[in-house]
């Protein structure tokens, strides 16, 4: 038996190689040991919080590497995933705090992914204590016409009634985090608006951090990521044109700003007054070209379709939504709410005849009373009123009271009556004397 052989140094890359190698030698040499050189661990790995929910490992490379050794660095989130192999010494993620979450990292000396790295080191954050039944509920945000965003929610189940909650959030366009200014309440729900002020075009970039808190940290906050493209409601489309063309209903109409056509999926409906049920028409791309120039702006905003089907020579009543779609976002399932409705054609003749039907009635009474007053005025043309004495009498002795005026009257009665009856008296007299 010779001294004891030092043992044999490989480098962690030729390690299965020198593992099978080994083998043969030991027949000859059996003292013969291996050393598989791995890589030592990386050193003081760190983890921070950046703007709301952007949290950030970093790391030293390991103390004692080989020089020889071009350093590659292994990572994964807790249970392996997203593993990564990348020369950079940080890590970040965008992460809704709202469990705990580890990163593991190690070294190793190639990109190769067959490469056994280092033993790995792994560091956690814990997301902000407290009671998780005090944490909001149903933290949800839709994203209004590229313009605003509404959050909402419902609050924990151990909270006081008057909590008052906050709302802060950040993006990339923003630079640091805001608050949101008007928290109001809708019903169950606690909501508030903010206005997105996202510079460049570029929203598929993006996305937004929430944090809702109270003011007295005693719930527990909650944390929310929401790409900028996910839950999008546009605002609804303008109907500038229709008329009908080609054996079908011809429908122009406007995009809401922010949106290029081939982004937006859109829903026609045609309310026939002929048909119970409205035509709905699911249109997603168009080809039909515009014909008509009826309104300027922008063309490519512009959307034309054809309803076929559709009955002409009726009353027809458009309306059209916009959802964004899948080509451009991720959310396709919020719709608009409707345009204003435009219609074209007649209404149906029945509902003129009822019409007809009550208003006839109304001209002929308006007619016949204009007549009445009208035939009231020609009788007092043509048949003046007789004068009466008593008013001339009235006229004359104006100053007067009442009961001479009665008397006066009565008296020149009463003489006239006596008048006659002295002639009767005296006719009869003449009778009498002559027979
Ligand atoms: C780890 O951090 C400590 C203190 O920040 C520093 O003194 C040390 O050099 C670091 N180790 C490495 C390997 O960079
Ligand atoms: C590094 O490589 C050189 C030549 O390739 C070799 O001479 C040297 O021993 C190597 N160093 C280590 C620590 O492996
Ligand atoms: C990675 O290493 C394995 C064996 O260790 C080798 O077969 C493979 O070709 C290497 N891949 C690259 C990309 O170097
Ligand atoms: C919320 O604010 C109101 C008015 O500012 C205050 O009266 C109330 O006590 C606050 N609620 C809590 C739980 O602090
Ligand atoms: C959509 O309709 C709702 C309910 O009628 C209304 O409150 C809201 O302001 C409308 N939104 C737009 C963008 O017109
Ligand atoms: C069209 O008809 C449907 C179903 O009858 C109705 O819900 C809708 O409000 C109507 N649309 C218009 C614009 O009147």
Not at 8 to 25: D, E, G, H, K
Not at 338 to 343: A, E, K, M, R
Not at 406 to 430: A, F, M, P
């Amino acid at each position: 038996m010779g001294p004891p052989r030092p043992p044999l140094i490989v480098p962690a890359q030729s390690c299965q190689l020198a593992v099978l190698l080994i083998f043969f030698m030991r027949q000859r040499e059996p003292n013969l040991d291996l050393l598989c050189e791995t890589q030592p661990p990386v050193t003081n790995l760190s983890v921070s919080v950046e703007n709301l929910c952007t949290i950030k490992w970093t790391w030293n490379p390991p103390e004692g590497a080989n020089p020889n050794c071009s350093l590659w660095y292994f990572s994964c989130f807790g249970n392996k995933e997203d593993k990564i192999i990348a020369p950079e010494t940080h890590r970040s993620k965008e992460v809704p705090l709202n469990e705990r979450i580890c990163l593991q990292v190690g070294s190793q000396c190639s990109s190769n992914e067959s490469e056994k790295p280092s033993i790995l080191v792994e560091k956690c954050i814990s997301p902000p204590e407290g009671d998780p039944e005090s944490a909001v509920t149903e933290l949800q945000c839709v994203c209004h016409n590229l313009n605003y965003m509404k959050c909402s929610w419902l609050p924990g189940k151990n909270t006081s009634p008057d909590t008052n909650y906050t709302l802060y959030y950040w993006h990339s366009s923003l630079g640091k985090i805001l608050q949101c200014e008007n928290i109001y309440r809708e019903g169950q729900h606690i909501s508030c608006s903010f206005d997105l002020k996202v510079k460049d075009s570029s929203f598929e970039q993006h996305s937004l951090q929430i944090v809702v808190r109270d003011d007295k940290g005693k719930i527990k906050p909650s944390f929310k990521i929401v790409p900028l493209t996910s839950r999008v409601k546009p605002d609804p489309p303008h109907v500038k044109y229709l008329s009908f063309q080609k054996g079908g209903l011809y429908v122009e109409w406007e995009n809401p700003q922010n949106f290029p056509s081939r982004c937006l999926s859109y829903q026609v409906e045609v309310n026939n007054s002929e048909t119970e049920k409205p035509f709905i028409f699911n249109v997603e791309d168009t080809k039909t070209k515009c014909q008509s120039s009826e309104f300027e702006g922008n063309p490519e905003n512009k959307i034309c379709f054809i309803a076929l089907g559709v009955l002409p020579d009726t009353l027809n009543t458009v309306r059209i939504r916009v959802k964004t779609n899948k080509l451009c976002y991720e959310d396709d399932k919020l719709w608009s709410n409707w345009s204003q409705s435009v219609s074209i054609g007649n209404k149906a003749n029945s509902t003129i005849y009822i019409t007809i039907l009550l208003i006839i009635p109304v001209i002929v009474a308006g007619a016949i009373i204009v007549l009445l007053l009208y035939l009231k005025r020609l009788k007092i043309i043509i048949f003046p009123p007789i004068p009466d004495p008593g008013k001339i009498f009235k006229e004359m002795f104006g100053d007067q009271n009442d009961d001479t005026l009665h008397w006066k009257k009565y008296d020149i009665y009463e003489k006239q009556t006596k008048e006659e009856t002295d002639s009767v008296v005296l006719i009869e007299n003449l009778k009498r004397a002559s027979q």
